[in-house]
């Protein structure tokens, strides 16, 4: 997958550097597709990151073959 970050993201990874690239596509590939309530044009990624055994939540927007990261969080 081909990444692009949101200024939010790229504000918040520098406290979350605990999150990397490998964990949105995990992520996004094992996670079922759910529409971000706010925004209609994106798109949720919730999934237990194995060799973390946390759960990942992504916003993210799609476009041809790019993915656009709005945020990402831990959420336990």
Do not use: C, Q
Not at 42 to 49: E, G, M, P, S, T
Not at 58 to 63: A, D, F, N, Q, R
Request: charged fraction near 30%; hydrophobic fraction near 40%; aromatic fraction near 14%.
């Amino acid at each position: 997958m081909d990444f692009e970050y949101s200024i939010h993201w790229n504000k918040k990874r520098e406290k979350r550097k605990d999150i990397t690239d490998d964990m949105f596509e995990i992520a996004i590939s094992s996670s079922r597709i759910i529409k971000d309530g706010r925004w209609e044009d994106a798109f949720n990624a919730i999934a237990i990151v194995p060799y973390t055994g946390r759960t990942l939540k992504v916003v993210y927007k799609k476009s041809g073959g790019k993915v656009f990261i709005i945020t990402a969080y831990w959420v336990n």
